[in-house]
Structures are given as C-alpha cells and as structure tokens.
C-alpha cells in the first residue's frame, strides 16, 4: 500500500510541474528586468508557453492534468479516509489541537502573509 501511495505521489508531482513550471516563471519573470537572470529564463518559459499550440499549453498542460492530480488525490484521500482509522483518528486529533490554538494559528497565518506581502512589495520597488 505504501509503493501505490508513493507512486500516485510521484505520479501527481509529475503530473502538476508543467502547470507549476509556468506559474513560477510568470512570477519569477516579473521579479526583475528581463535581461538579467533568471528572468530572462523565465521569459522564455512564458514565451514558450504562449507561442505552444492551445490544444497543449492552455487545454492539456494548464488544465487536464492539474484536473487529473485533482481527481486522483480526492479519490486517493477518500479511499484512504475510509480504509485508515488512524488516519482518521489523527485527523480529528489535529482538528482539536488547531482549534485549542485557533489565536496562535491565526497570528502566525497573519505573520507568514504579511512577509509574503512585504517580500513582494520590497521586490517591486527595487526592480521599479
């Protein structure tokens, strides 16, 4: 049971990283002028991307197989969910511990966004 998880695991990490690969080159290609790296690389990967026929960049690589990884993991985390009782068990147990520290999980989300946000700003302002 093991080997099947890691291999879906594998499988949908496969499966995901064209439309992740773009997704990052869109952000990375906004980072900094184009003629340095990696945003020139980045560029290209976008170019690539936009030039490609639709049937394959936009209808296969950015939506049939994030879909297929969509539909893959949910029945995977069903099937499990009803097959593993400790992984139910541990479920509820992790549902119990957020909630008795709800206020710290909500500080530190508040924290982790608000250095993604400064991050993003600060990057702005200097490639401006």
């Given amino acids: 049971m093991k080997t099947l998880k890691r291999t879906l695991a594998a499988a949908e990490l496969v499966l ?4 992740g690969l773009f997704m990052t080159a869109l952000f990375v290609r906004n980072v900094q002028p184009e003629q340095y790296q990696p945003a020139h690389a980045a560029a290209q990967i976008v170019t690539w991307y936009a030039k490609g026929p639709v049937w394959l960049t936009l ?6 197989l994030p879909f ?3 539909v893959i993991g949910g029945a995977t985390l069903v ?8 992984l139910r068990r541990a ?3 992790m549902l119990s511990l957020i909630r008795g520290n709800l206020a710290t999980l909500v500080i ?9 946000i400064l ?3 600060a990057l702005h302002a200097l490639t401006d």
Wanted: without cysteine; aromatic residues 12%; hydrophobic residues 65%.
């Fill in 68 to 70: 297929a990884v969509l």
């Fill in 91 to 93: 479920a509820w147990e």
């Fill in 16 to 19: 995901i990283f064209p439309a």
């Fill in 108 to 116: 530190a989300v508040a924290t982790l966004a608000s250095a993604g």
């Fill in 119 to 121: 991050g993003i700003v």
């Fill in 59 to 64: 209808w296969t690589l950015m939506m049939a």
């Fill in 79 to 86: 099937r499990n969910w009803r097959r593993d009782a400790e």
